[in-house]
């Protein structure tokens, strides 16, 4: 059974930096493309940055590029996301997500089959 678990959100100030961590179990990473999301209040999945299996490059979405970073440690079957530089406007929840086996990278929350349960952040300005 595959689950992902992700941890780190909280509340930050304007222009702080969090680390978001994402544990998964029944997969082996690197056989994935994994991704993180984020959802505002009455807002759809906007996807953030992706990592693709088989791959070293990292997909950024404009709105997070040179702020964000993903990583993953496939050791540890775990993945990160640091972000710096917050902004309000960067106020959701935050998810993890992975592909099925060998799937690609994509924008769209259905290209990706498994999540985790989401963890808040919060900016205040």
């Known amino acids: 059974q595959v689950q992902l678990v992700e941890s780190g959100g909280g509340l930050v100030q304007e222009g702080g930096s969090l680390r978001l961590s994402c544990s998964t179990s029944?997969?082996?990473?690197?056989?994935?493309?994994m991704a993180w999301f984020r959802q505002a209040p009455e807002k759809e999945h906007e996807g953030l940055s992706c990592?693709?299996?088989?791959?070293?490059?990292?997909y950024y979405t404009d709105s997070v590029k040179g702020r964000f970073t993903m990583s993953r440690d496939n050791a540890k079957n775990t993945l990160y996301l640091q972000m710096n530089t917050l902004k309000p406007e960067d106020t959701a929840t935050y998810y993890c997500?992975?592909?099925?086996?060998?799937?690609?990278?994509?924008?769209?929350?259905?290209?990706?089959?498994?999540w985790g349960q989401g963890t808040q952040v919060t900016v205040s300005s």
């Open positions: 029944g997969l082996a990473l690197a056989g994935y493309s």
């Open positions: 997500a992975a592909s099925g086996r060998n799937g690609a990278c994509a924008w769209a929350a259905s290209r990706f089959t498994y």
């Open positions: 990592i693709a299996w088989g791959d070293v490059t990292t």
